[in-house]
């Protein structure tokens, strides 16, 4: 009995575990079936974390305060002169082709070298524009909570891989406390002989142990002792080494600079950056055309000189995509997002840092407790059905 109860008491905790992370899509048939907890609440998760990200670990501002636009020019210059070259000569082939053809070859070649050359100061500009309004240009959250939402693989990664040890630590518990109540079944068994004692032991089994073992991760928050004895709750006591791991899945798989990138050029505060990148590219036609402009706007009319700088700000735009991937590797290294993160999350205090992974648990874990109580009861009652027939 004392190791069927051992045996109930780690299978419980194994199928609460996966249930809480399988399987990522809904099975069966409403309303009944079974999607893993983390998955069916992907973004009351995921908006829990961002909050969490946001409020106490990154602050976008100070974080894009770290690029540098110099050396941002210098990583972006070859792509970044060859997408400046065409998109002159394209505007100029579609929409002056007479003026073009007109104009010598080396007359060409001088217009396309002046626009090259004011480029890099008119990125620069552009990029301290960004840095300093990235809130208008980006909406971290959304980009996050998105990012998590779509993929709920990610939102299960994020808590299962931090908190292995955790889990880990879950399933072995289910052994030892369930061995401890199996000795108490035996004994109540070999006293009374009543065939209730197995599912309710078994109930209890599965119950009790779930519950211990979910408060043992995170209670108590602060070191606790009597003699020499001291305990404190498992995921706060691996405060640096869930901060590094942490810090990693963020960096790595969710703040990553590529999503950022994808989220200021796609996401829903784009048109910000597209009207900065339209102004730049309309200034710095009008300062090129400056001398010439009367005998410009003469010769090809007022309304079809605006037109040009429209399309070549549509063209700039269409570029940058291609353009600004080259900045992914000197970006990555420039915000640091890794480091930034473990050093807040050292300074957060006992209850913030519980935050990280207690909201993975809390408003579902009586499910887990009860399919844990459950099949500890089905057991019980398998047992009964073994020793009497």
Known sequence: MPLIAALIGYLTKRVAIEMMFRPLEFKGVRPLGWQGVIPANARRMATTAVDLLTRNLVDPKEIF??????EMVKELEPPLLKAVEEVTREVMETHQPRLWE????????????????QAPAVVKRLLRDVSANIDDVLDVNDMLIGAMVRDKSLTCRLIREVAAPEF?????????FGFVIGLVQFVAWALTKQPLIMPVFG??????????????????????GFGFFRW?????????EVAADYGALIADEVLTVRNVMEAVLTGPRSDKLFAMVTREVQRTIDAQASIA???????????QYQEMKRAAAAKAIEFLP????????YATGALDVRNTIVTKMQQLTPLEFEGILRPAFKQDEWKLIAVGAVIGGLVGELQVLLLLH
């Open 65 to 70: 305060s770290r690029l540098d636009p110099e």
């Open 102 to 117: 007109m104009l010598p070859a080396r007359a060409q070649r001088l217009l396309v070298d002046q626009v090259r050359a």
């Open 168 to 176: 880990k630590f879950i399933a072995r518990s289910g052994i030892w």
């Open 203 to 224: 109930f209890v089994t599965g119950f009790v142990t779930d519950w211990l073992a979910l408060k043992m991760i995170f209670y108590p928050r602060e070191p606790r």
């Open 232 to 240: 404190q709750g498992m995921f706060q006591k691996r405060r640096q």
């Open 293 to 303: 402009k009367p005998l410009v706007a003469l010769t090809i009319g007022g309304r």
């Open 322 to 329: 291609e353009t600004v991937k080259h900045v992914e590797s």
